[in-house]
């Protein structure tokens, strides 16, 4: 635990300890240190291909999927000090606790309350008093209540790009998870709608722990706490986000972040 | 040559387009030679045939009268071995192309699989005749019976199941597998409520397309020894008594559509080739009507899905 100027507690939520990955021969992470806080929002940045996804995805072990892939090092996920990435904890326990939001909405074929309530239904959760109630909340809590109540039987695909992906907002946060991964959740959108998902994730994280990659400096600016910039698959510096965008320490951060690079 | 001359880049254009209008041609000739020749043959069996397609034609048992016979043990027979085939093939077709897809890893002995599967959609019918009659008729002992015949059927299409699954699935996003296993769906949730939703329309039509080879495959089930000449129907499969269903006719001698077809054109009668064309037209409507469902079914289940 560390303490700001201002006193601010900060808890640290997940710490990549030496985290390395690999797929197959390729390693795409290195060694990365790297904490997450409690309550805060993190963003990745760096230039494609710096494995910014791929920092991202060992978070919920998404890699597990997919024959080849190899981890070294660990996630630490507090408060009680697990390592997401052992091979004794289950993967899907650690996605029942992590949630995840994709680059383009991928809302399933059915309808938009079966999209919210499909994470609770898959923890057993089949009563429909107690899905109205948290598919409701989701909804709400994703600002599209609103626009959707009265259609909730409608197919989640009827509804526009930014819509869908505050959908797909809904339904990670529908089960309660302790963080969620947003990878460039705005890349596929409109202004109007990225302006209305970065709304949304300032207001998550009063919350929910948050960690984001982005493509867009001014968006990693306008939501985040904290900022890490990636470069070939190395941490090159991490801290809070005005002190990398106003005083970076090291020089490719700068070069980065001022456009000279990237 | 001036690259800029209008006249001759009008001149490239125009001898571009001749070779256009060539092709369009010679395609149009080739696709009329298959559609005209089904056409042809088509409306030769139906003015044939027609004379004898009455109600009795098809609640008629066969006769040696061939004004009195008529097609009855025969299109029940193919009804309850197409029936008996589908049963078999699509839980197992299925449950084989759902486990290649999501569980099976991906390594030598999986491709070794994959490509003997697809092979086998192209060993001859007549050679699983030949092993039905090993192994069902006489090692399993299961006789010259519809289930015989239904489970020789499955075996022929089960490749045909294997693949539309396969195929249908791979048409799902990966995005889609991602978004069910980042909310912490296990592996059999995922193929319970998303892949196997998503895949129906394409496997059902995968299923429909093998069973419309199937009503038409005649040497297999001549092979497994499947009558001629049959004057009686299987036992029906509801009874008065609990528990109302039967199971009987599974084991039951039968004949089926295109083998009561094959009888009545060795016949040297005129009047029996005219049966033969009217069980032909049926024969036909049969596998027609079997394609139209898929259309339907495809159109009905892929409505939700836009990918
Ligand atoms: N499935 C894979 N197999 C092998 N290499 C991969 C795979 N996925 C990504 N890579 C490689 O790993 C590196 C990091 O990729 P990653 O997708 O994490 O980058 P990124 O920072 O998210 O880029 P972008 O901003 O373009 O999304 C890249 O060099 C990429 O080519
Ligand atoms: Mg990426």
């Keep these: 635990m560390e303490t700001t100027a201002n006193a601010e507690q900060l808890v640290a939520k997940a710490q990549a300890q030496n985290l390395s990955f690999y797929y197959s021969d390729y390693q795409a992470l290195k060694s990365i240190n790297m904490t997450v806080h409690e309550k805060k929002v993190t963003a990745l940045i760096g230039p494609s291909g710096c494995g910014k996804s791929t920092l991202l995805r060992c978070f919920n072990r998404m890699h597990d999927l997919y024959p080849g892939n190899r981890y070294e090092g660990g996630i630490r996920l507090h408060p009680d000090n697990t390592d997401l990435l052992s091979p004794d904890v289950d993967p899907i326990e650690v996605r029942m606790r992590i949630s995840m939001v994709f680059q383009k909405p991928n809302p399933f074929p059915k309808s938009i309350y079966e999209n919210v309530a499909y994470g609770l239904r898959v923890r057993g959760v089949n009563k429909r008093v107690i899905l109205d109630e948290k598919v409701e909340e989701a909804l709400r809590d994703a600002a599209l209540w609103d626009e959707v109540k009265e259609r909730l039987d409608d197919l989640a695909s009827n509804l526009s790009g930014g819509q869908q992906q505050r959908l797909c907002i809904a339904r990670a946060l529908a089960t309660e998870p302790e963080m969620i991964l947003f990878d460039e959740p705005t890349s596929a959108l409109d202004p109007i709608a990225t302006a209305n998902i970065e709304e949304l994730i300032s207001e998550l994280k009063e919350k929910v722990t948050i960690l984001i990659v982005t493509h867009n400096m001014q968006q990693a600016a306008r939501v985040s706490d904290f900022t890490a910039y990636m470069y070939l698959g190395e941490l090159v510096e991490f801290g809070a986000t005005d002190q990398i965008f106003i005083k970076p320490q090291k020089k490719e951060t700068e070069d980065y972040i001022t456009g000279r690079f990237g | ?307």
């Design chain 2, 1 to 307: 040559m001036d690259l800029r001359d209008i006249q001759s880049i009008r001149a490239v254009i125009a001898r571009g387009k001749r070779w256009d209008v060539i092709f369009s041609l010679l395609g149009l000739l080739a696709l009329m030679t298959g559609v005209l020749t089904f056409v042809a043959l088509f409306a030769d069996m139906t003015i044939q045939g027609a004379p004898r397609l009455s109600l009795d034609f098809f609640t008629n048992f066969p006769s040696r009268r061939a004004g009195e016979a008529g097609i009855l043990s025969a299109w029940v027979g193919t009804t309850l071995v197409m029936l008996t085939t589908a049963m078999a093939a699509v839980p197992l077709g299925v449950a084989a192309g759902v486990y290649l897809e999501e569980y099976a890893p991906k390594n030598w002995v999986t491709d070794v699989i994959e490509i003997n599967v697809t092979n086998l959609a192209g060993v001859p019918s007549i050679v699983y005749g030949l092993l039905a009659l090993g192994l069902f008729v006489y090692q399993f002992g299961l006789g010259q019976s519809i289930l015989s015949a239904g489970l020789t059927l499955a075996l022929l299409i089960l490749p045909i199941v294997i693949v539309a699954t396969r195929e249908s699935i791979r048409a799902i996003p990966q995005v889609i597998r991602e978004g069910a296993y980042a909310l912490g769906a296990t592996p059999w949730q995922t193929v319970r409520d998303h892949i196997l939703p998503y895949s129906s329309a394409g496997i059902l039509t995968g299923v429909i397309i093998g069973m419309a080879r199937a009503i038409g495959e005649t040497a297999p089930i001549i092979t497994i020894g499947a009558l001629t000449f049959i004057a009686f129907l299987p036992p029906a499969p509801y009874q008065e008594t609990l528990p109302f269903f039967n199971f009987d006719w599974l084991m039951a001698p039968f004949t089926v559509m295109p083998i009561q077809m094959f009888n009545w054109t060795s016949r040297p009668e005129a009047a029996f080739q005219a049966n033969a064309a009217a069980a032909g037209f049926v024969l036909v409507l049969m596998t027609l009507a079997m394609n139209g469902l898929a259309i339907f079914l495809r159109y009905r289940l892929r409505r939700n899905i836009k990918w």
